[in-house]
């Protein structure tokens, strides 16, 4: 079985500063890790993953990621935050093979607000 | 290609009332998902198709039945709605497998009275 928690429901920084969102999870395998971004009213669009390759992920609009299994963790890092970054967040994590499916468990989201 | 569609965008049921919501991709994926969302409860799977002719119960299938019509087609059927599933339903497709992106449509909200 998987889980996956993010620590914070509602994170506010203000524009120009660092964005942390913050992730745990389990898995009794060998993880795929997701970080997808929904914006309001929208559908879920991908911003990185981590599938066993490199450690630190980059992804788009300058996210980027680190699987640290010690830690069980897959923090979410932004070096200077946009207002166009405030949205909400889902930390992901997939399961074991089903076939050709991928299972996916999902975090409860975390807000992101981005103040002047 | 315009990725994964869904209609409606938004429907209003009374409870008892039955409706389809239909799923369609062009992507040529070879799995298609269905999820609901729910306030501070992130996604839930309800159903997947891991390949054409083929399809499972996910986390909460309770009150739901889904038909894969074809490679391209995953309709997602409530049969007599209830308040509880006042949801946003989303539609999902992969090409292969773990580690494999999910590629989402724009989803459904539904109320249920």
């Not at chain 2, 054409?52 to 019509?69: H, I």
């Not at chain 2, 292969?96 to 989803?107: E, K, M, S, V």
Request: with cysteine; proline share 5%; hydrophobic share 30%.
């Amino acid at each position: 079985a998987q889980s996956v928690t993010q620590l914070d429901s509602h994170v506010s920084v203000s524009e120009g500063t660092p964005v942390l969102l913050r992730c745990n999870y389990s898995s009794s395998y060998s993880p795929s890790l997701f970080w997808y971004v929904q914006h309001p009213n929208k559908g879920l669009q991908l911003l990185l993953k981590y599938t066993s390759a490199a450690t630190l992920v980059k992804g788009i609009n300058g996210f980027e990621a680190e699987f640290k299994k010690s830690e069980t963790s897959f923090h979410l890092t932004k070096p200077s935050a946009h207002m166009s970054d405030a949205a909400e967040y889902f930390c992901v994590v997939s399961g074991p093979r089903a076939g050709t499916a991928s299972k996916l468990t999902f975090g409860t989201g975390t807000r992101l607000q981005v103040t002047l | 290609n315009a990725g994964v569609t869904q209609t409606p965008k938004f429907q209003v049921l009374k409870t008892g009332q039955s409706m389809t919501l239909q799923c369609a991709q062009d992507m040529n994926h070879n799995s298609m998902y269905w999820y609901r969302q729910d306030p501070g409860m992130g996604l839930r799977l309800i159903y997947y198709s891991a390949s054409e002719g083929t399809t499972d119960k996910g986390e909460v299938p309770n009150g739901y039945n889904v038909s894969r019509l074809n490679k391209r087609e995953f309709s997602l059927r409530l049969e007599s709605a209830a308040p509880s599933q006042t949801s946003v339903y989303f539609c999902a497709s992969t090409k292969r497998g773990p580690g494999d992106t999910q590629y989402f449509g724009p989803g459904t909200r539904l109320t249920v009275l």
